[in-house]
């Protein structure tokens, strides 16, 4: 039997050609009888490489993919200083190869029957088109599982250069910066995980970052990830440093040192704005535009090296969902803690990385399984007797039911 096409590209992007031919082998399955088959995105196959050198991602000019180098002191120490403006070019961006579709889920309040229906092509009226000379590309979220936190094998979360441990906590890569994301994200409340920084002779970045984070390059890249790098100490964004900040963040950080990062987000008040960034299955996996996110007024990140505050990294981040992150350079490699028990205690308030399994399932809010009471997100269910408590928190997935292009959202708030 033939081996089957991998759908990772030897750039690391997800292959466009094999995602569209799986769609239609769902589609003609569905058409034949066989039920609905939903695409799901599978770990790279094993025989596109987690590191090396011959099959590594060729960079667009100017991407920051090489960190300082201590043996060369000609080495540009900082490449990302180098790079013009507050704004990366944003055709550099990870599967670039992919191309820009208006695919989205139309997130609009209606009081129609939830019956589930063949997926249809959506009407493209229900969603007005973005400014396209002030839209930005975003990548489509995929829903949290309700399965540990780990460092994700999926390629869309996970550079192919990033090699993971089997437990899926400890990462490293041989070549220049990549990046690597967790398996589940965040978008509102107070969220603590914590490293322990391994021996090596490379470096590393750790922090947060949104899925449309370039994973072809270093945390802090881009306008959608926040990284702190070890050596110099210092802080990233957009690819340029941090010029105010607190004066602790210089001393770095290296082999043997605990560093712990805490999120704070303020409760979303438009949680349509969001789920509508939800990966739709029946569709390929491509970016799509979008109005340019805004900055939330009271989200700020912060970091600790060895249980002590080093003051607040970032403020004002842009609305979304964040996910832990690490950038390995030369050998970097860390292992990822998230929790419930940690080697230094999170802040008070802070909320262990490990319960975001239980956060709602967008997919429930986006199917109008789940409601906001005010209060919590309540299982809408539960009113007939059909369900208890609130938002599913099985072990395997979410019990929503999203019923593809076309159905029409319920989404409780906002």
């Known amino acids: 039997m033939a081996a089957a096409a991998s759908p990772i590209a030897s750039n690391g992007a997800p292959r466009h050609d094999i995602l569209t031919q799986t769609t239609s082998t769902a589609q003609g399955q569905q058409a034949s009888g066989g039920g609905s088959v939903a695409l799901q995105i599978q ?41 013009p403006g507050q704004q990366p070019p944003k055709a550099k961006r990870q599967r670039s190869a992919l191309k820009p579709t208006n695919d989205v889920y139309p997130l609009e309040e209606s009081t129609k029957s939830s019956k589930k229906s063949k997926p249809t092509t959506p009407d ?95 945390c802090g890249y881009d306008q ?50 969001l789920v509508q960034r939800l990966w739709n299955p029946y ?15 009271g989200s700020e990140i912060s970091y600790y ?13 842009l609305k979304g969902k964040y996910y832990p992150a690490i950038s390995s350079y030369r050998g970097g490699s860390v292992t990822l803690n998230f929790g419930p028990e940690f080697r230094c205690p999170p802040p008070p ?29 309540r299982d809408v269910r539960s009113e007939s007797g059909d369900a208890d408590g609130v938002a ?3 072990d395997s997935t979410s019990s929503g039911s999203w019923d593809g292009p076309g159905s029409e959202p319920k989404v409780g708030r906002g």
């Open 349 to 377: 308030g802070f909320s262990p990385m490990f319960e975001a399994k239980y956060l709602v399932s967008w997919t429930d809010i986006a199917a109008g399984i789940v409601k906001w009471d005010g209060v919590q997100w």
């Open 124 to 218: 493209d009226s229900q969603t007005p088109p973005p400014d396209l000379a002030n839209a930005v590309y975003l990548y489509p979220d995929d829903d949290n599982p309700r399965t540990d936190v780990v460092m994700s094998k999926q390629p869309i979360h996970r550079a192919p250069q990033m090699a993971l441990s089997d437990e899926g906590l400890t990462v490293m890569c041989d070549s220049g910066y990549r990046m690597a994301k967790a398996s589940h994200g965040v978008w509102e409340g107070k969220w603590y995980y914590e490293v322990l920084v391994n021996e090596h002779s490379g470096h590393t970045r750790i922090g947060w970052s949104q899925i449309s984070g370039d994973l072809q390059a270093p």
């Open 224 to 273: 959608f990830s926040y990284g702190y790098r070890d050596e110099p100490g210092t802080l990233f964004h957009c690819s340029a440093k941090v010029k105010d900040a607190p004066s602790d963040y210089a001393n770095g950080y290296g082999p043997g040192d605990v560093l712990g990062m805490a999120i704070s987000l303020p409760q979303c008040s438009d949680m349509a704005d």
């Open 283 to 297: 569709k390929d996996y491509v970016a799509y535009p979008s109005e340019p996110p805004e900055p939330v007024d």
């Open 392 to 394: 599913s928190t099985d």
């Open 305 to 317: 090296k060895n249980g002590k505050p080093l003051g607040i990294a970032f403020r004002k981040l």
């Open 43 to 83: 770990p790279e196959s094993p025989a596109v490489p987690v590191v090396g050198n011959e099959h590594e991602a060729q960079l667009p000019s100017g991407t920051p993919s090489e960190g300082p180098d201590k043996t060369d002191p000609k080495r540009k120490r900082d490449t990302e200083s180098q790079m």
